[in-house]
């Protein structure tokens, strides 16, 4: 087993980004655009820019037996921000070295009257003790800082700045790891925008987050019952009623890791895995969603088990043309495995010529849960699917290539759960080459120029980029090789679009059923080997090389403003080259 994953399993998601991070961000990471300090002219601008709205932050730091070092240095980051309508509030529990703790902070007091310390009486946990910064506060908005980490200098600004643009009640932004100096960036932490299904595998958004003043006091504070998930439980709970969540791509927080943080090691604090836990559960009953909340794969990140609506009828909709020995195993497989039993299997016939492939469909006719119907017209993916889904009787359509293989013998159950929520109008599956390397896990918009699939030829047990081969997740798009969407979405899209005879039709399909309101998810519990390009072959002609082009510019021509835009579960400062997830 790669050694990268037994790693993350014993020691945890947040102890492993300094390893994870070191391995995406490399030696590159000093030589990046991320890297670069601002001018000194662009940080006099920054502090020359007045804004419509010139809120305030309050800037939260719960203090306790804080390092003296660390202290000035997240002091010193405060006090250098360009955007000067802030407010510090320092609540201490400390235990000890309180003195010299408010020695210190009186000395910043001295030139900056915006820096509040409160003693506190005990030590009640990191949750009491941040609501009690909150009792200082007196800004519109709040920012969550740890006491030995450092913030950008234009970390405010650009809040600020995202606000007047979008009014959004709840910001973040991306972050970087760092040891011991903030010049010894051990990676970063590049995130995709708001995403729920993400957010409920493990707490992507983390640091910065800055919300509304109003939203904290809405839903109570900090719950004490969540300490060691507080931050998680906290945005849980916000961006359940945040008017608009919004991610700045830009690195604006710096997370240090040393040996008593938890940046180190969570491992050694089971507490904070069980808070998550809680916290997920709340979350749930909270939105009005049953399910049950499971430890995943990689130790703290998180598993929901939505409860199944009853038993359903799943059409599995299968095009196939010859390659009867292909078929014969995709069948199989979904027979003999499939734990979930109310389903029926319409295969497509498409102009087959070999006489065993025949034969083979007069066996499978004789099964009561297999129908074969006959298409007639040149191959043309999206029309022979829309031709089958006229025969499905199910609530659900489940897009199937016919050079598959079930792996997992509850693929359709985990399909299903997040296909029967009203907010989800499709659902892939985590796919695999025959040597156990990923073949689908998700798709990003833009790489290549239209799309690409993500962190494809990946060993099938690593955790991938932020551990996302490893999470349920939403993105932009899935593919159609296996693809399960609700009947009515399926409807009111109108189905796939037969001017995609062969590329992009999924994703072309995909991104109309996020245009109507829905959510795309991706889960790595549904397992299927994808035995790829047996059947069609590859873009090898000139007549396929024309059509293929033609395809790139009907989608470029539809989804041009979305591709300009980037990939909202993507991140910026990744490459559009490649499919690792790396740099640009």
Same mark, same amino acid.
């Given at each position: 087993? *790669?050694?990268?994953?037994?790693?993350?399993?014993?020691?945890?998601?947040?102890?492993? /980004?300094?390893?994870? *991070?070191?391995?995406? !961000?490399?030696?590159?990471?000093?030589?990046?655009?991320?890297?670069?300090?601002?001018?000194?002219?662009?940080?006099?601008?920054?502090?020359?820019?007045?804004?419509?709205?010139?809120?305030?932050?309050?800037?939260?730091?719960?203090?306790?037996?804080?390092?003296?070092?660390?202290?000035?240095?997240?002091?010193?980051?405060?006090?250098?921000?360009?955007?000067?309508?802030?407010?510090?509030?320092?609540?201490?529990?400390?235990?000890?070295?309180?003195?010299?703790?408010?020695?210190?902070? !009186?000395?910043?007091?001295?030139?900056?009257?915006?820096?509040?310390?409160?003693?506190?009486?005990?030590?009640?946990?990191?949750?009491?003790?941040?609501?009690?910064?909150?009792?200082?506060?007196?800004?519109?908005?709040?920012?969550?800082?740890?006491?030995?980490?450092?913030?950008?200098?234009?970390?405010?600004?650009?809040?600020?700045?995202?606000?007047?643009?979008?009014?959004?009640? /709840?910001?973040?932004?991306?972050?970087? +790891?760092?040891?011991?100096?903030?010049?010894?960036?051990?990676?970063?932490? #590049?995130?995709?925008?708001? !995403?729920?299904?993400?957010?409920?595998?493990?707490?992507?958004?983390?640091?910065?987050?800055?919300?509304?003043?109003?939203?904290?006091?809405?839903?109570?504070?900090?719950?004490?019952?969540?300490?060691?998930?507080?931050?998680?439980?906290?945005?849980?709970?916000?961006?359940?009623?945040?008017?608009?969540?919004?991610?700045?791509?830009?690195?604006?927080?710096?997370? @240090?890791?040393?040996?008593?943080?938890?940046?180190?090691?969570?491992?050694?604090?089971?507490?904070?895995?069980?808070?998550?836990?809680?916290?997920?559960?709340?979350?749930?009953?909270?939105?009005?969603?049953?399910?049950?909340?499971?430890?995943?794969?990689?130790?703290?990140?998180?598993?929901?088990?939505?409860?199944?609506?009853?038993?359903?009828?799943?059409?599995?909709?299968?095009?196939?043309?010859?390659?009867?020995?292909?078929?014969? #195993?995709?069948?199989?497989?979904?027979?003999?495995?499939?734990?979930?039993?109310?389903?029926?299997?319409?295969?497509?016939?498409?102009?087959?010529?070999?006489?065993?492939?025949?034969?083979?469909? !007069?066996?499978?006719?004789?099964?009561? @849960?297999?129908?074969?119907?006959?298409?007639?017209?040149?191959?043309?993916?999206?029309?022979?699917?829309?031709? =089958?889904?006229?025969?499905?009787? =199910?609530?659900?359509?489940?897009?199937?290539?016919?050079?598959?293989?079930?792996?997992?013998?509850?693929?359709?159950?985990?399909?299903?759960?997040?296909?029967?929520?009203?907010?989800?109008?499709?659902?892939?599956?985590?796919?695999?080459?025959?040597?156990?390397?990923?073949?689908?896990?998700?798709?990003?918009?833009?790489?290549?120029?239209?799309?690409?699939?993500?962190?494809?030829?990946?060993?099938?047990?690593?955790?991938?980029?932020?551990?996302?081969?490893?999470?349920?997740?939403?993105?932009?798009?899935?593919?159609?090789?296996? +693809?399960?969407?609700? @009947?009515?979405?399926?409807?009111?899209?109108?189905?796939?679009?037969?001017?995609?005879?062969?590329? /992009?039709?999924?994703?072309?399909?995909?991104?109309?059923?996020?245009?109507?309101?829905?959510?795309?998810?991706?889960?790595?519990?549904?397992?299927?080997?994808?035995?790829?390009?047996?059947?069609?072959?590859?873009?090898?002609?000139?007549?396929?090389?024309?059509?293929?082009?033609?395809?790139?510019?009907?989608?470029?021509?539809? *989804?041009?403003?979305?591709?300009?835009?980037?990939?909202?579960?993507?991140?910026?400062?990744?490459?559009?080259?490649?499919?690792?997830?790396?740099?640009?």
């Amino acid at each position: 087993m *790669w050694r990268g994953l037994s790693y993350l399993k014993n020691q945890g998601v947040v102890s492993f /980004f300094k390893k994870l *991070w070191t391995v995406v !961000a490399g030696e590159r990471s000093s030589h990046s655009e991320l890297g670069k300090k601002l001018t000194k002219k662009q940080l006099e601008e920054q502090r020359a820019r007045r804004f419509e709205k010139q809120i305030c932050i309050s800037i939260l730091v719960p203090l306790y037996n804080t390092d003296i070092a660390f202290l000035r240095e997240m002091l010193d980051s405060v006090v250098r921000q360009t955007y000067p309508n802030w407010q510090l509030c320092l609540a201490d529990g400390s235990d000890r070295d309180q003195a010299e703790i408010e020695a210190v902070v !009186a000395q910043y007091q001295k030139d900056n009257q915006r820096i509040l310390y409160r003693v506190l009486e005990e030590n009640r946990g990191i949750s009491e003790n941040t609501n009690a910064c909150a009792q200082m506060a007196t800004g519109d908005f709040l920012a969550l800082l740890d006491h030995d980490d450092i913030l950008a200098p234009n970390a405010l600004f650009e809040i600020v700045s995202a606000y007047n643009e979008t009014g959004a009640q /709840f910001i973040y932004t991306d972050e970087a +790891m760092f040891e011991r100096r903030i010049t010894r960036i051990l990676g970063y932490n #590049l995130k995709s925008d708001y !995403a729920p299904d993400t957010l409920r595998s493990y707490n992507y958004i983390c640091h910065l987050s800055c919300f509304d003043k109003r939203l904290f006091e809405q839903v109570g504070g900090f719950r004490s019952k969540c300490d060691g998930s507080q931050d998680y439980d906290l945005v849980l709970r916000i961006t359940e009623i945040a008017n608009h969540v919004y991610h700045i791509p830009k690195v604006l927080y710096y997370w @240090r890791s040393h040996p008593l943080s938890v940046a180190s090691d969570i491992s050694a604090k089971p507490y904070c895995l069980a808070a998550a836990r809680t916290a997920l559960a709340d979350h749930l009953a909270r939105v009005g969603l049953e399910g049950t909340v499971e430890d995943s794969t990689v130790l703290s990140t998180y598993k929901i088990r939505y409860a199944l609506k009853g038993t359903p009828l799943i059409s599995i909709l299968i095009p196939n043309c010859d390659h009867v020995e292909d078929l014969r #195993l995709c069948v199989n497989s979904i027979l003999g495995l499939s734990t979930y039993e109310n389903y029926e299997i319409i295969v497509i016939e498409n102009n087959s010529i070999d006489p065993e492939t025949f034969r083979y469909y !007069a066996q499978l006719e004789k099964s009561d @849960r297999v129908q074969v119907v006959y298409w007639k017209d040149t191959f043309n993916y999206s029309a022979i699917n829309n031709f =089958g889904f006229q025969y499905a009787k =199910g609530e659900y359509i489940l897009l199937l290539n016919n050079d598959m293989e079930v792996i997992s013998p509850d693929w359709m159950q985990e399909m299903l759960m997040f296909a029967q929520r009203d907010d989800v109008g499709a659902v892939g599956a985590k796919l695999y080459y025959p040597d156990d390397t990923v073949q689908h896990a998700g798709v990003i918009l833009g790489i290549g120029g239209v799309a690409g699939h993500a962190l494809k030829g990946s060993r099938r047990d690593e955790p991938g980029f932020m551990t996302r081969l490893q999470i349920a997740q939403d993105l932009s798009a899935v593919t159609a090789a296996c +693809m399960m969407i609700p @009947r009515r979405v399926y409807q009111q899209v109108h189905g796939l679009d037969e001017g995609f005879e062969v590329a /992009f039709n999924d994703v072309d399909l995909c991104m109309r059923i996020r245009q109507a309101g829905y959510l795309i998810v991706f889960t790595p519990y549904a397992e299927l080997y994808h035995y790829e390009s047996k059947s069609r072959g590859y873009e090898d002609t000139k007549e396929k090389q024309m059509r293929f082009s033609g395809e790139v510019k009907r989608f470029t021509d539809r *989804w041009q403003k979305q591709l300009d835009a980037g990939d909202p579960y993507y991140n910026s400062n990744l490459t559009l080259k490649r499919e690792d997830f790396s740099l640009r």
